[in-house]
C-alpha cells in the first residue's frame, strides 16, 4: 500500500498517482523521528564460567530456551526485541508505536523477568545440571528512530547507553532503573537509590534506583481527588439519562469522550457517588495491553457482583452470540428489580468484540433500568465512527476546565504548600484547563521541578496520542507545529514534501479529533488545541527537518512586510539552532545564523525605538548570540543592547555588555562604536558606581567622544553625548542651562531619526522644568506642546504623563494628579520600562500623596520603588528618592525607623558628592531627625549644610524645602522667631515656582507661627 502523501488515501503499489486526488505518490521514504523511549537491557551473568563447563550443544540449548522465556515475556508487555547481542537481550517499549505506560511495562516485564528465571532454573538444573542468573538495566529517553510504517526501527541515542551501563551495573538479579523510568512509573514501583554511575565522554554522574517491587494492577502514577471543580451540568445531564432509564425501563447508552487527563474517570466517580442508594453501581475498566483482556471489564464487573461464576459459564458458551446473550440476560434480570449502573472505563481500548458487546446490550436490553456509563478518548471514533449513533445513545464531549475553575482547582491541590505567583501562573497556562496536567504539573513544582519543565509524564500521554495517528495525520502536524501554535492552511503547503497543501478534509480530522481548532479570528488559520500539543509534535522531527522546514516558513514569510520580520528573524534562528547543536557549522548553517540575526536586530532596533525595552533587550540578545564573540556584526550591536537592558533595569548586565564593548571596539579600531559604548557606559555609572570625581571623568569622556562623532557624521551618537552632558549639569543642580543642552541634544537625536534617544533627552528636559526654576505654569504649557511629539513613542509618553500629574498636584490638584500617575504606570508596565516606573512614577506618585499629607499613601508608593532601585543598583537616584520616604515615615512618627533607612541609603554612599538633589535631600531629613532626637548642635550643622547646596542650585523647590526642613530643626532648638524666618523663606521659594500645593502645606505647619509653640 502507497499512502497518498497530499490526501492520506490508501493506494495499491504501483500506482505512480493518487486514484482520489491525482497527486504524484513518492515513494516510500524512510523518515526518522525522535521519541522517548524505554529501553531494556538484561544479560546472563557468568555465562563465560557456563561456557568452559557446559557442552557446547547443551550451551546453545541453555541459552536459547533462556532467550526464548525472555522474548515471550517481552513481547506480552509490548516491548520489541531488537536484538540479541551474545547472551544479551535488547528491548524496546515505544517502538513501534508510543504507550502512555511503555516506562511501567517495561519494569512490569523485567519484574516478570526475574520471576520466570525460577520454574526456569528448576527446568536447566534438572536437565543440564546448571542455573542462570540475570541482571537488567531499564532506562528512559530520547532516541532517533525509523517511523513506525518502515522496517529501520533501530533506537539510536545516549538514552540507550545508559540502559546498558545501567544493566552492566547491576548485580546479579538485580534490576537497575534510571531516572525518567522512576519518575514515569513512580506511583507503582518501589525502588531503593543506588550508586550513582559514572559514563564515558559525561561530565555528570548518572543516577540509578534498584528496583524492589511492581505494584500489581497499580497506576504508573496516582490521580489525586482534590473536591471537584465544575462539571455541574455534565453531571445533570448524566443523571438524566439515568432517570430516564428507570423511568422509562429502557437501556440508555452515554458515552463521555474526552482527551487523557481532562476528568473522564473522575466524572464517573461522582456520579457513582451521587446516586448511591438509588441504583447499583459496577465498573469495568479495559485494560490497554495483555492476554484475554477482550472480556476483562466484565470480569471486574461480575467480580464486584459477587458473580464470577456466572460469568464464567457464561463465557465457556463460546460463541460471541452466546456469550451476548447470557450475559445481557444477567444484567436485566438485575436491572429489573433495581437500577444498574455499568461504568465501561477507557473503551478506546477495548477489543472489537466487547464494543460489540456494549452495542448488543444497548439494542436489546428490554424492561431494564439500565445505564451504560461509557469512557472513551477521542480515538474511539477513528474505529467507530458510527458509535453511539442510535436512538437511546448520547454523548457528552468534556471541554476543559473555565479559567476559574482550574484556578480553584490549583488553590485546593495546592493546600499548606506555598507557590509564588508566576509559577501558579505558569501552571494555569500550560495545563489550559486539563486537570491531570495541573496535577503533575504542580506536584513537580512542589518537589522542587524547575517552573519551566514539563513533566515526563504529561509528555508521555501526548507523545503515544500523537505515535497512534496515521502517518499522513502525524505529519501534518508536526509541520503545522514549526509553525508554531497558530498556522495558516497555506503555509502547510510550503512544508509539504510535494508543495501540495493539504485538502481539507484531513485538517477536518485533526480538528474532529480534538487537536487542532479553526483559528477563531482568521479565516483559513488554525490553532493547536493545546500547547503541549504542538510541543510533542515538534519534538518528534528530527533537527535537520526542523531546520529545513524552519528556514522554509521564513522564506515564505520573507517579503510580506515589516511587521513579520520578527518572525522571519524567530524562524532562520530557529532553523539555525536546530542544526548548530548537530556538529561544526557548514556553510549553509553559518548563513542561517547571519540572516536570523540581521533580522532580529532589526526588529529590536525598532522595538528600542518605540519603547518596547524587554523586546529590544530580547530581540537584540538574541541577535548578538546568533554572531561569533568577536564577529563585527555582534560588536556594532552591543551598545544598543547595553541600552536597551539599561532601561529595562537590568543594570548590571547592560554594565558588562557595554563594557565589553568598548573593549572590543577599541581593539578593532571602531572609534565611532567605542565611543558610543563609552558615553553609555558613563551614563550608567552615573547610576551605578557614584564615587568621588565621578561627574569630572564622565564629563571628559563625553568631551572626548563628541569630537569623533562629528567627524564621522555619527548624529545619534552626538546626541546622545550632548544628553549625557545636559544630564550631569541637571544633577549638578543647574537646570536651565542643563535644559538648553537637552534640548540641543533631543533635536540633534530627532534628526538622526533616533526616537529612543530623542525620548530620553525630553525626558530630562521634564525632570530639569518640573525641579528647576521654570514656573509651574509655564512648564505645564511646555509638557502639552510636547504631547503631538509623543505620538508612536510610548516612553516619551509615560514621562509627560507623570510630569504632568506631578505638576497638577503642584497646583493642588490631587485626584486629576493620581489620575495621569496612575495612566503613567499602566502604560509604563505595559511597555517593560521598569526603571522610569521604580525612579520615575513611583516617586512622583509618593510625592504627590505627601503633598496631599497622606504620609501612607506615600510610604506605600515610595518603599517599594527604593526596594527596586536597590534590588537593580540604580544607586544614583535611590539617593534623591530615598529622602522622601523617610518624610513619609517622621510625618508618622516612625522616627526610628527613619533614622535607620536615612543611614542605610546615605547619599554619602549612594551618589558622588556633585549630584545636589541627593546630597541636599538626604542632609536635611537628617538634620530634622537629629533634632527630634536632642542632638540640636549637629542637626543645625547639617542642616546649614543642606542649605548650602540647595542655595547653590536653581532647583527653587529643594531650596524651599531645605530651609523648611531647617525651619523645623530652629523650632525643636526654641528659636522661633528665626525658625518663622525660615518658613517664611520656604514659602517665597515655593510661591515662586508656582507650588501652591507645597506653599500651603507648610503656612499650616507648626513651624510657621512660632505661638503656637
Ligand atoms: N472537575 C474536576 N475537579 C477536580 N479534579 C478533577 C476534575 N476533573 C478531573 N480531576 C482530577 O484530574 C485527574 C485526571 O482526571 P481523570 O482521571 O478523571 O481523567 P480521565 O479523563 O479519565 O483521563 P484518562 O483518559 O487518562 O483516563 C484526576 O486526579 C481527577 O481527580
Ligand atoms: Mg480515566
Given at each position: 500500500m502507497?499512502?497518498?502523501p497530499?490526501?492520506?488515501?490508501?493506494?495499491?503499489?504501483g500506482?505512480r498517482?493518487?486514484?482520489?486526488?491525482?497527486a504524484?505518490?513518492?515513494?516510500?521514504?524512510?523518515?526518522e523521528?525522535r521519541?522517548?523511549?524505554?529501553v531494556?537491557?538484561s544479560?546472563?551473568?557468568?555465562?563465560t564460567?557456563?561456557?568452559?563447563?557446559?557442552?557446547?550443544?547443551?550451551?546453545?540449548?541453555?541459552?536459547g530456551?533462556?532467550l526464548?522465556?525472555?522474548?515471550?515475556v517481552?513481547?506480552?508487555?509490548?516491548?520489541?526485541v531488537?536484538?540479541?547481542?551474545g547472551?544479551?537481550?535488547?528491548a524496546?517499549?515505544?517502538?513501534?508505536?508510543l504507550?502512555?505506560d511503555?516506562?511501567l511495562?517495561a519494569l512490569?516485564?523485567?519484574?516478570e523477568?526475574?520471576?520466570?528465571?525460577g520454574?526456569?532454573?528448576?527446568?536447566?538444573e534438572?536437565?543440564?545440571g546448571?542455573?542462570?542468573?540475570?541482571?537488567i538495566?531499564?532506562?528512559?529517553?530520547?532516541?532517533?528512530?525509523?517511523e513506525?510504517a518502515s522496517?529501520?526501527?533501530l533506537a539510536?541515542?545516549?538514552?540507550?547507553?545508559?540502559a546498558?551501563r545501567l544493566e552492566?551495573a547491576a548485580?546479579?538479579?538485580?534490576?537497575?532503573?534510571?531516572?525518567q523510568?522512576?519518575?514515569l512509573?513512580?506511583?507503582?514501583?518501589e525502588?531503593?537509590?543506588?550508586e550513582q554511575?559514572?559514563l564515558k565522554g559525561?561530565a555528570?554522574?548518572?543516577?540509578?534506583y534498584?528496583?524492589?517491587?511492581?505494584?500489581?494492577?497499580?497506576?504508573?502514577?496516582?490521580r489525586l481527588d482534590?473536591?471537584l471543580?465544575?462539571?455541574?451540568?455534565?453531571?445533570?445531564r448524566?443523571?438524566r439519562?439515568?432517570?430516564?432509564?428507570?423511568?422509562e425501563?429502557?437501556?440508555r447508552l452515554v458515552?463521555?469522550?474526552?482527551?487523557?487527563g481532562?476528568?473522564?474517570s473522575r466524572?464517573?466517580?461522582?456520579?457513582?457517588a451521587?446516586l448511591?442508594g438509588?441504583?447499583?453501581?459496577?465498573v469495568?475498566?479495559?485494560?490497554?495491553?495483555?492476554?484475554?483482556?477482550?472480556?476483562?471489564?466484565?470480569?471486574e464487573i461480575?467480580?464486584?457482583?459477587?458473580?464470577?461464576d456466572?460469568?464464567?459459564?457464561a463465557?465457556?458458551?463460546?460463541?460471541?452470540?452466546e456469550?451476548?446473550w447470557?450475559v445481557?440476560?444477567a444484567?436485566?434480570?438485575?436491572?429489573?428489580?433495581?437500577?444498574l449502573?455499568?461504568?465501561?472505563e477507557d473503551?478506546?481500548?477495548?477489543?472489537?468484540?466487547?464494543?460489540?458487546l456494549?452495542e448488543?446490550?444497548?439494542d436489546?436490553?428490554r424492561?431494564a433500568q439500565?445505564?451504560?456509563?461509557?469512557?472513551?478518548r477521542?480515538e474511539?471514533?477513528d474505529e467507530?465512527t458510527?458509535?453511539a449513533?442510535?436512538?437511546n445513545?448520547?454523548t457528552?464531549t468534556?471541554e476543559p476546565?473555565a479559567?476559574?475553575e482550574?484556578?480553584?482547582l490549583?488553590?485546593?491541590?495546592?493546600?499548606e504548600?506555598q507557590l509564588?505567583?508566576k509559577?501558579r501562573?505558569?501552571v494555569?497556562?500550560?495545563?489550559?484547563?486539563?486537570?491531570?496536567?495541573?496535577?503533575q504539573?504542580?506536584?513537580?513544582l512542589v518537589e522542587?521541578?524547575?517552573v519551566?519543565?514539563?513533566?515526563a509524564t504529561?509528555?508521555?500521554?501526548?507523545?503515544?496520542?500523537?505515535?497512534?495517528?496515521?502517518?499522513v495525520?502525524?505529519?501534518?502536524?508536526e509541520?503545522?507545529?514549526?509553525?508554531?501554535?497558530?498556522?495558516?492552511w497555506?503555509?502547510l503547503?510550503?512544508?509539504?514534501?510535494d508543495r501540495?497543501r493539504?485538502?481539507?478534509?484531513?485538517?477536518a480530522?485533526?480538528v474532529?479529533?480534538e487537536?487542532?481548532?479553526?483559528?477563531?479570528?482568521?479565516?483559513?488559520?488554525?490553532r493547536?488545541?493545546?500547547?503541549l500539543?504542538?510541543?510533542?509534535?515538534y519534538?518528534?522531527i528530527?533537527k535537520q527537518?526542523?531546520?529545513e522546514?524552519?528556514?522554509?516558513?521564513?522564506?515564505?514569510?520573507?517579503g510580506?512586510?515589516?511587521?513579520?520580520?520578527?518572525i522571519v528573524?524567530?524562524?532562520?534562528e530557529?532553523?539555525?539552532?536546530s542544526?548548530a547543536?548537530?556538529g561544526?557549522?557548514?556553510?549553509?548553517?553559518?548563513?542561517?545564523?547571519?540572516?536570523?540575526a540581521?533580522?532580529?536586530a532589526a526588529?529590536?532596533r525598532?522595538?528600542h525605538?518605540?519603547a518596547?525595552?524587554?523586546?529590544?533587550?530580547?530581540?537584540?540578545e538574541?541577535?548578538t548570540?546568533l554572531?561569533?564573540?568577536?564577529?563585527p556584526q555582534?560588536?556594532?550591536?552591543?551598545?544598543?543592547l547595553g541600552?536597551?537592558?539599561?532601561?529595562?533595569?537590568?543594570?548590571?548586565?547592560?554594565?558588562?555588555?557595554?563594557?565589553?564593548?568598548?573593549?572590543?571596539a577599541?581593539t578593532a579600531?571602531?572609534r565611532?562604536?567605542?565611543?558610543?559604548a563609552?558615553?553609555?557606559l558613563?551614563?550608567?555609572?552615573?547610576?551605578t558606581?557614584?564615587?568621588?570625581?565621578?561627574?569630572?571623568?564622565?564629563?571628559?569622556?563625553?568631551?572626548?567622544?563628541?569630537?569623533?562623532?562629528?567627524?564621522?557624521?555619527?548624529?545619534?551618537g552626538?546626541?546622545?553625548a550632548?544628553?549625557?552632558?545636559?544630564?550631569?549639569?541637571?544633577?549638578?543642580?543647574?537646570?536651565a542651562?542643563?535644559?538648553?543642552?537637552?534640548?540641543?541634544?533631543?533635536?540633534?537625536a530627532?534628526?538622526?531619526?533616533?526616537?529612543?534617544?530623542?525620548?530620553?533627552?525630553l525626558?530630562?528636559?521634564?525632570?530639569?522644568?518640573?525641579?528647576g526654576?521654570?514656573p509651574?505654569?509655564e512648564a505645564?504649557?511646555?509638557?502639552?506642546?510636547?504631547?503631538?511629539?509623543?505620538q508612536?513613542?510610548?516612553?516619551?509618553?509615560?514621562?509627560?504623563?507623570?510630569?504632568?500629574?506631578?505638576?497638577?498636584?503642584m497646583?493642588?490638584?490631587?485626584v486629576?494628579g493620581?489620575?495621569?500617575?496612575?495612566?503613567?504606570?499602566a502604560?509604563?508596565?505595559e511597555?517593560?520600562?521598569?526603571l522610569t516606573?521604580?525612579?520615575g512614577?513611583?516617586?512622583?506618585a509618593g510625592?504627590?500623596?505627601?503633598?496631599?499629607g497622606?504620609?501612607?499613601?506615600?510610604e506605600?508608593?515610595?518603599?517599594?520603588?527604593?526596594?527596586?532601585?536597590e534590588?537593580?543598583?540604580?544607586?544614583?537616584?535611590?539617593?534623591?528618592?530615598?529622602?522622601?520616604?523617610?518624610?513619609?515615615l517622621l510625618v508618622?512618627?516612625r522616627?526610628?525607623e527613619?533614622l535607620r533607612?536615612?543611614?542605610?541609603w546615605?547619599?554619602a554612599?549612594?551618589a558622588?558628592?556633585?549630584d545636589?538633589?541627593a546630597?541636599?535631600g538626604?542632609?536635611?531629613v537628617?538634620?530634622?531627625?537629629?533634632?527630634?532626637?536632642g542632638?540640636?548642635?549637629?542637626?543645625?550643622?547639617i542642616?546649614?549644610?543642606?542649605t548650602?547646596?540647595?542655595?547653590?542650585t536653581d532647583?527653587?523647590?529643594?531650596?524651599?524645602?531645605a530651609n523648611a526642613?531647617?525651619?523645623?530643626?530652629?523650632?525643636?532648638?526654641?528659636?522661633?522667631?528665626?525658625?518663622?524666618?525660615?518658613?517664611?523663606e520656604?514659602?517665597?521659594?515655593?510661591?515662586e515656582?508656582g507650588?501652591?500645593?507645597?506653599?500651603?502645606l507648610?503656612?499650616?505647619?507648626?513651624?510657621?507661627?512660632?505661638?503656637a509653640?
Amino acid at each position: 500500500m502507497l499512502t497518498c502523501p497530499s490526501c492520506g488515501q490508501e493506494n495499491s503499489e504501483g500506482f505512480r498517482f493518487c486514484g482520489a486526488c491525482g497527486a504524484a505518490l513518492a515513494p516510500a521514504r524512510v523518515r526518522e523521528v525522535r521519541k522517548t523511549v524505554t529501553v531494556l537491557f538484561s544479560d546472563v551473568t557468568g555465562s563465560t564460567a557456563l561456557g568452559e563447563r557446559l557442552d557446547p550443544e547443551s550451551l546453545r540449548h541453555v541459552m536459547g530456551r533462556y532467550l526464548e522465556e525472555m522474548k515471550d515475556v517481552l513481547e506480552r508487555h509490548g516491548g520489541t526485541v531488537e536484538k540479541f547481542i551474545g547472551d544479551a537481550v535488547m528491548a524496546v517499549f515505544g517502538i513501534p508505536t508510543l504507550h502512555e505506560d511503555d516506562a511501567l511495562r517495561a519494569l512490569r516485564a523485567a519484574w516478570e523477568m526475574r520471576d520466570r528465571l525460577g520454574p526456569l532454573n528448576t527446568e536447566l538444573e534438572g536437565d543440564f545440571g546448571v542455573r542462570l542468573e540475570a541482571r537488567i538495566g531499564v532506562n528512559t529517553g530520547e532516541v532517533v528512530t525509523g517511523e513506525a510504517a518502515s522496517s529501520d526501527r533501530l533506537a539510536t541515542g545516549d538514552a540507550v547507553n545508559v540502559a546498558s551501563r545501567l544493566e552492566q551495573a547491576a548485580a546479579p538479579g538485580e534490576i537497575l532503573l534510571g531516572e525518567q523510568t522512576l519518575e514515569l512509573a513512580r506511583d507503582a514501583i518501589e525502588v531503593a537509590p543506588a550508586e550513582q554511575l559514572s559514563l564515558k565522554g559525561k561530565a555528570d554522574l548518572v543516577a540509578a534506583y534498584r528496583l524492589l517491587n511492581v505494584v500489581e494492577g497499580a497506576l504508573a502514577f496516582e490521580r489525586l481527588d482534590a473536591p471537584l471543580v465544575g462539571r455541574q451540568e455534565e453531571l445533570a445531564r448524566v443523571r438524566r439519562a439515568f432517570e430516564q432509564a428507570v423511568s422509562e425501563r429502557r437501556c440508555r447508552l452515554v458515552t463521555v469522550l474526552g482527551p487523557p487527563g481532562i476528568g473522564k474517570s473522575r466524572l464517573a466517580g461522582e456520579l457513582g457517588a451521587n446516586l448511591r442508594g438509588e441504583a447499583n453501581i459496577l465498573v469495568g475498566r479495559c485494560l490497554p495491553y495483555g492476554e484475554g483482556i477482550t472480556y476483562w471489564p466484565l470480569r471486574e464487573i461480575f467480580a464486584a457482583a459477587g458473580a464470577e461464576d456466572e460469568l464464567e459459564a457464561a463465557l465457556a458458551e463460546g460463541a460471541p452470540e452466546e456469550i451476548f446473550w447470557s450475559v445481557r440476560k444477567a444484567f436485566e434480570s438485575r436491572a429489573r428489580e433495581w437500577p444498574l449502573v455499568l461504568v465501561l472505563e477507557d473503551i478506546h481500548w477495548a477489543e472489537p468484540t466487547l464494543l460489540d458487546l456494549i452495542e448488543h446490550l444497548a439494542d436489546w436490553t428490554r424492561n431494564a433500568q439500565l445505564l451504560l456509563l461509557c469512557l472513551a478518548r477521542p480515538e474511539l471514533l477513528d474505529e467507530r465512527t458510527a458509535w453511539a449513533s442510535r436512538a437511546n445513545a448520547q454523548t457528552l464531549t468534556l471541554e476543559p476546565l473555565a479559567e476559574g475553575e482550574a484556578d480553584e482547582l490549583i488553590e485546593s491541590l495546592l493546600g499548606e504548600s506555598q507557590l509564588d505567583e508566576k509559577a501558579r501562573l505558569r501552571v494555569a497556562q500550560v495545563a489550559e484547563g486539563n486537570p491531570l496536567f495541573v496535577e503533575q504539573l504542580l506536584a513537580m513544582l512542589v518537589e522542587g521541578g524547575e517552573v519551566d519543565r514539563i513533566p515526563a509524564t504529561i509528555q508521555a500521554l501526548l507523545a503515544s496520542r500523537l505515535d497512534g495517528l496515521p502517518a499522513v495525520e502525524r505529519e501534518l502536524l508536526e509541520r503545522a507545529a514549526v509553525v508554531g501554535v497558530e498556522f495558516e492552511w497555506e503555509v502547510l503547503g510550503e512544508l509539504a514534501p510535494d508543495r501540495h497543501r493539504p485538502a481539507g478534509a484531513q485538517l477536518a480530522v485533526l480538528v474532529r479529533k480534538e487537536l487542532i481548532r479553526p483559528h477563531e479570528a482568521i479565516d483559513d488559520a488554525f490553532r493547536f488545541r493545546h500547547m503541549l500539543i504542538r510541543d510533542a509534535a515538534y519534538e518528534r522531527i528530527p533537527k535537520q527537518l526542523r531546520s529545513e522546514l524552519h528556514e522554509r516558513v521564513a522564506r515564505w514569510l520573507d517579503g510580506k512586510g515589516e511587521e513579520f520580520e520578527e518572525i522571519v528573524g524567530y524562524h532562520l534562528e530557529q532553523a539555525y539552532r536546530s542544526v548548530a547543536e548537530l556538529g561544526p557549522p557548514g556553510e549553509r548553517v553559518r548563513a542561517l545564523a547571519e540572516q536570523a540575526a540581521e533580522r532580529l536586530a532589526a526588529s529590536g532596533r525598532r522595538a528600542h525605538a518605540r519603547a518596547d525595552m524587554p523586546a529590544a533587550a530580547n530581540l537584540l540578545e538574541r541577535a548578538t548570540a546568533l554572531f561569533a564573540g568577536d564577529a563585527p556584526q555582534r560588536l556594532s550591536l552591543l551598545p544598543s543592547l547595553g541600552r536597551a537592558l539599561l532601561e529595562a533595569g537590568q543594570m548590571e548586565q547592560a554594565g558588562s555588555v557595554l563594557a565589553e564593548a568598548v573593549e572590543r571596539a577599541q581593539t578593532a579600531g571602531e572609534r565611532g562604536l567605542a565611543a558610543d559604548a563609552a558615553v553609555s557606559l558613563s551614563y550608567l555609572q552615573i547610576q551605578t558606581s557614584p564615587h568621588e570625581g565621578l561627574y569630572g571623568e564622565v564629563e571628559r569622556r563625553v568631551e572626548e567622544a563628541i569630537p569623533v562623532f562629528r567627524e564621522l557624521g555619527d548624529e545619534a551618537g552626538l546626541a546622545r553625548a550632548l544628553g549625557v552632558a545636559g544630564t550631569l549639569r541637571l544633577w549638578r543642580g543647574e537646570a536651565a542651562l542643563a535644559i538648553e543642552d537637552l534640548e540641543r541634544a533631543a533635536r540633534s537625536a530627532r534628526d538622526a531619526g533616533d526616537r529612543a534617544q530623542e525620548a530620553d533627552s525630553l525626558e530630562y528636559v521634564l525632570v530639569a522644568m518640573v525641579w528647576g526654576p521654570t514656573p509651574v505654569e509655564e512648564a505645564m504649557q511646555r509638557v502639552k506642546e510636547l504631547r503631538p511629539r509623543a505620538q508612536g513613542n510610548r516612553r516619551l509618553l509615560v514621562d509627560l504623563l507623570r510630569v504632568q500629574g506631578q505638576l497638577e498636584a503642584m497646583q493642588g490638584r490631587f485626584v486629576a494628579g493620581r489620575d495621569l500617575i496612575a495612566q503613567a504606570r499602566a502604560l509604563g508596565e505595559e511597555v517593560g520600562l521598569e526603571l522610569t516606573l521604580a525612579s520615575g512614577v513611583a516617586f512622583q506618585a509618593g510625592y504627590v500623596e505627601l503633598l496631599a499629607g497622606d504620609a501612607v499613601a506615600a510610604e506605600r508608593e515610595l518603599r517599594p520603588a527604593c526596594d527596586a532601585m536597590e534590588r537593580m543598583g540604580s544607586w544614583g537616584t535611590l539617593a534623591s528618592v530615598a529622602p522622601w520616604l523617610v518624610d513619609a515615615l517622621l510625618v508618622q512618627g516612625r522616627d526610628q525607623e527613619a533614622l535607620r533607612l536615612a543611614e542605610r541609603w546615605s547619599a554619602a554612599r549612594l551618589a558622588p558628592p556633585e549630584d545636589a538633589d541627593a546630597q541636599a535631600g538626604w542632609r536635611r531629613v537628617r538634620a530634622k531627625l537629629l533634632a527630634r532626637k536632642g542632638e540640636l548642635d549637629e542637626a543645625e550643622r547639617i542642616g546649614r549644610e543642606a542649605t548650602a547646596i540647595a542655595s547653590a542650585t536653581d532647583f527653587l523647590d529643594l531650596r524651599a524645602q531645605a530651609n523648611a526642613d531647617f525651619a523645623e530643626v530652629l523650632r525643636l532648638a526654641g528659636r522661633p522667631e528665626e525658625s518663622a524666618a525660615a518658613v517664611q523663606e520656604a514659602i517665597r521659594l515655593h510661591e515662586e515656582k508656582g507650588n501652591i500645593a507645597a506653599a500651603a502645606l507648610l503656612a499650616h505647619s507648626p513651624a510657621s507661627t512660632p505661638a503656637a509653640s
